[in-house]
């Protein structure tokens, strides 16, 4: 089993700046790559950034420019920095891991509000 936990989220201006956290632990697994996913009420979850074990990284075109997606190797942890941020990107921001073994592991979400 592996665990996530996500921090960082809160209330931000608009053109403020934030930092997700999320860090992973449990027992031994191998990582294919880490992602970032948001759920703004009333819609479907959507896929934000990812960072490969390789260390590619990928984003939707909502954020591009404006949001990067890091890791820490040996502190098995996934950032997402979150700059210039506008109402629509206030969404629950999860976490998943994608393992060789063909298993995603989500964490609960951390809310990221986006309000003057």
């Known amino acids: 089993q592996v665990q996530l936990v996500e921090s960082g989220g809160g209330l931000v201006q608009p053109g403020g700046s934030l930092r997700l956290s999320c860090v992973a632990s449990?027992?031994?697994?191998?990582?294919?790559?880490m992602d970032w996913y948001r759920q703004a009420a009333g819609k479907e979850r959507e896929l934000v950034a990812t960072?490969?074990?390789?260390?590619?990284?990928h984003y939707a075109d909502s954020v591009k420019g404006r949001f990067t997606i890091s890791r820490d190797i040996p502190k098995i942890t996934v950032y997402l920095q979150m700059n210039s941020l506008k109402p629509e990107d206030t969404a629950v921001y999860y976490c998943?891991?994608?393992?060789?073994?063909?298993?995603?592991?989500w964490g609960k979400g951390t809310l990221v509000t986006v309000s003057s």
């Open positions: 998943n891991v994608r393992t060789r073994a063909r298993i995603d592991y």
């Open positions: 449990g027992s031994s697994f191998s990582i294919v790559a």
């Open positions: 960072i490969t074990s390789g260390g590619s990284t």
